[in-house]
């Protein structure tokens, strides 16, 4: 693999230059800011606390890819993001279904085979690009909200809104090459904006369920 080969894929690169990407670079602020907020509001709370902290990675991650703009940056950007998706599940799995540790682990496990059984499908739709191989996190997202509205009606609404913020994140992230004529900057940098508002959302709500549950089991009887 060339670790060093130059990836020009986003609408506002126009060269292999540092600052290239000077929007798409800054915005990664925003998941900085949301890993910041999160970490101070999930004190005593460790899964929210260590999704916080993966966060604050994807910023890193995604500053690294959008200023070296080189193989080993895009690994940097996409790593840390199927860390949090994976801690995020485990997290669901177990605090909210109330799984022990391995069959929460074993459901985890699920998302690789889930991924390989939608993706195909996604890529079929047109206009989607290579913003499909976000595509079945929305969908698994909608499926947990669903499953979840009786037996915790808040979170599963929580749930269904963080999808939502993410289905018109991975739109502007399609849109970015499509409408470069016309938007010169590129829409990538909403993707960015979204998203850090997203995953700091989605951290909110399970700090609002686990803050539920401990409620609930120091009520007198």
Avoid at 2 to 8: F, K, S, T
Avoid at 9 to 26: Q, S, T
Avoid at 71 to 97: E, F, K, M, Q, S
Wanted: proline share 5%; net charge neutral.
């Amino acid at each position: 693999m060339d670790w060093l080969r130059e990836i020009d894929g986003y609408c506002e690169r126009l060269g292999p230059e540092y600052w290239a990407e000077p929007i798409n670079a800054v915005t990664n602020a925003a998941f900085l800011v949301a890993a910041l907020i999160m970490w101070r509001r999930t004190k005593g709370i460790a899964i929210a606390r260590v999704l916080a902290v993966i966060l604050a990675s994807i910023g890193v991650g995604s500053y690294l890819f959008h200023t070296h703009a080189q193989v080993w940056a895009a690994i940097a950007d996409v790593t840390p993001i199927l860390g949090y998706i994976l801690v995020y599940i485990y997290a669901v799995n177990r605090h909210v279904w109330g799984l022990r540790v391995l069959p929460a682990l074993g459901l985890t496990g699920l998302f690789f085979p889930y991924v390989a059984a939608t993706l195909p499908l996604f890529q079929m739709v047109p206009g989607v690009g290579d913003s499909a191989g976000y595509a079945p996190v929305p969908l698994l997202i909608y499926i947990y909200a669903v499953l979840l509205r009786h037996r915790a009606p808040d979170t599963a609404r929580g749930l269904a809104i963080g999808a939502t913020i993410l289905v018109a994140s991975i739109t502007f992230r399609a849109l970015d090459e499509p409408v470069c004529g016309a938007i010169l900057m590129g829409t990538h940098f909403m993707w960015h904006i979204l998203n850090g508002i997203m995953l700091g959302w989605m951290i909110e709500v399970l700090r609002r369920h686990m803050l539920g549950l401990t409620r609930v089991s120091q009520t007198p009887e």
